[in-house]
């Protein structure tokens, strides 16, 4: 599976392509491990990271940079951030975006049943539904 993300790590597209995006990742678990059945517009109101490794004072609080105020991170031999893994969490309520779900399940039930009708239908008037 194919996890694109636009330049704040949002969720944009899962393993289709999208016109724009800034991060593309490469995920050895399914669309189903991952997220169930949710729902496109569920999923993205995620965010998929990466994660460095924090450096810390002494007295365990995050190390800051002096001028910027910025998080410090442990740098490898490279001068690189030391990466610990990837983050998937909601920027969206939470409560918000199961709402979206439950609207997208209600919505796929009427499909199926506007499906059924229409082929019940057609099969009465003896009238041949192709792709139903």
Sequence with gaps: ???YTNNNYEIVSIDKEPSIFAHVFGIDQTRA???GNWCDACIQGYKYEPQYEFLFNEDGSNARDEKTGELLYKLDDEGNKK???Y???PFIDYQTLMMIQKQYEES???IISLN???VYLSMMNGIDVEGV
């Design 116 to 118: 059924a009708r229409l």
């Design 1 to 3: 599976m194919k996890i």
């Design 87 to 89: 983050s998937l969490y």
């Design 108 to 110: 796929q039930k009427q």
């Design 33 to 35: 491990e991952m997220f």
């Design 83 to 85: 990466f610990v893994g």
